[in-house]
């Protein structure tokens, strides 16, 4: 049986929450990966993505501009329109903040010892793509969708 120690990563990159947005959101892309966890000395406090940081960006100024023809039943409708400027200026606004505030902190970790079948029915189930490993309240690596897959193609090649 398959076990979450035979397809996580490890040593896993993480980040601590005082870590600008900006980054981290460098880390993610020099890493090629879209989420890292958090830790605060060698305790997991949270799970830092790249859905936090669009979740995060809120543009400061939004256009109206009217829709002809229009489709409303009041016979005049408005379309928000963000700009590209905005957008920039959004996430250069985040990107000064710490991680800690984007972060989602309600995290769900496995061991390294649980089977395989437990850790992807805990990531279907809460809809979560990433799940740390930790042992002993340490953090010993990650197991993403990606492991999941490989992990199983590698199993299913053997046999």
Do not use: C, W
């Amino acid at each position: 049986m398959l076990k979450v120690r035979d397809v996580m990563t490890s040593p896993v990159v993480s980040i601590s929450p005082d870590t600008s947005v900006k980054d981290a959101s460098a880390l993610l892309a020099q890493k090629n990966v879209s989420g890292l966890p958090v830790v605060d000395g060698d305790r997991v406090v949270g799970i830092f993505s790249e859905a936090d940081v669009l979740r995060s960006m809120k543009t400061m100024k939004k256009d109206l501009r009217l829709v002809y023809p229009s489709i409303s039943s009041l016979g005049i409708a408005f379309q928000e329109e963000v700009t590209q400027r905005e957008i920039i200026e959004a996430y250069n606004e985040i990107g000064r903040m710490p991680v800690k505030q984007v972060m989602s902190s309600n995290v769900v970790t496995v061991t390294p010892d649980e089977a395989i079948n437990e850790a992807i029915a805990s990531m279907v189930h809460r809809g979560i793509n990433r799940l740390p490993v930790v042992e002993k309240n340490r953090l010993v690596g990650i197991i993403t969708r990606g492991d999941v897959i490989r992990g199983l193609a590698k199993e299913g090649s053997t046999r």
